[in-house]
């Protein structure tokens, strides 16, 4: 039997596998729209090439709001909740009502007027935002289960407090920012695009909740990025394109760091390991092993990532430490 947790993330989880089908519904009903030709991997497909004034207007004032909704809400619950719970608060079912709507009024805006906020914004942005959440969450956990093979970083515990206390509203942006830079097309690369998203916008919507922070949940939100970004390689390239370096990317970075904080035993640790090498040098036995070092691109970025946003928060927070002293007596 489901304790209230594991009933709270079973609902979320229906219900953004519905709302992706009810995306996929309602898909066809944009197949009239004409689009430019692809004109290569900077490219996003899926805008006007003509847009108009309302067309923009419609996808930056749809974000704009969900976004400054969503960031109150957070802002309210550190003020006025403050402690964790088995269930929801009656904030968390504003936000999940709050974002219901809003899904629905992308909807809408899709079907009206099409574009999202891609028309104006790079698409390397809405990738590295998604990138961003998922080395914020690396430094966040370094205490709990280290960063290396269950050893700590060292990143001080004044960087990890800032990062813990307002990591909300930085997830809460990458979310809502990648959800709005797509129209809600109905293509493969879509659906799963969408469905992750649902997962965060749920996620966004039931902090200080012990769903939130269950471990397993968490993992697998991290480790959606590796289904999502290996199935959207095989959608564009095909399975001679590169989708292992996203899979054995992504999946590195589990038997590196992530799965160090399930406290799983050494030797369970070390089968995955075994399996996830076996696996990766069949796979690219199979193409070429000369293109092997593609598994460590992704982890190198991300850890290289961590350390640049731990030193720029630490230096951030320069001023306070100097204030520090004066402030105290």
Known sequence: MLNNTGRVLAWGAVASVVLTALVWLAGPLLDDVALAPDQGASWYYWKLPEPTFWTRASAWLGYASHQLVSW????????????????????????????????????????????????????????????????????????RRGLFFGRR?????????????????????????????????????????????????????????????????????????????????????????????????????????????????????WGIAVVYLVGAVAVYATRSLADLDEIVRIPFIEYLLVAVVAGLVWLGLLPRRKRAPADVG
Request: aromatic residues 16%; charged residues 10%; hydrophobic residues 50%.
């Open 72 to 143: 109150w809400l957070i802002h309210y619950a550190q003020r006025h909740v403050r402690r964790y719970t088995t269930g929801l608060h009656k904030v968390n079912v504003l936000a999940l009502a709050a974002n219901l709507g809003f899904i629905a009024l992308h909807e809408v805006q899709t079907q009206v007027f099409y574009d999202g906020i891609a028309q104006d914004v790079s698409i390397f942005s809405s990738q590295g935002s998604v990138v961003l959440l998922l080395v914020v969450v690396l430094l966040m956990e370094n205490r």
């Open 153 to 269: 970083a060292p990143i001080s515990a004044e960087v990890v407090r800032f990062a813990r206390k307002y990591h909300g509203y930085l997830f809460s942006w990458a979310a809502i920012y990648t959800f709005w830079y797509h129209p809600m097309e109905s293509t493969s690369g879509h659906l799963i695009g969408f469905f992750y998203m649902f997962l965060l916008l749920f996620q966004g919507s039931i902090f200080l909740t012990r769903a939130h922070t269950n471990r397993w949940w968490t993992l697998t939100l991290e480790l959606m990025v590796a289904v999502h970004g290996t199935l959207v390689a095989v959608m564009n390239s095909g399975p001679d394109g590169m989708w292992p370096m996203f899979l054995f990317g992504f999946l590195g970075v589990f038997v590196i760091t992530q799965m160090h904080g399930l406290g799983l035993s050494g030797r369970a640790r």
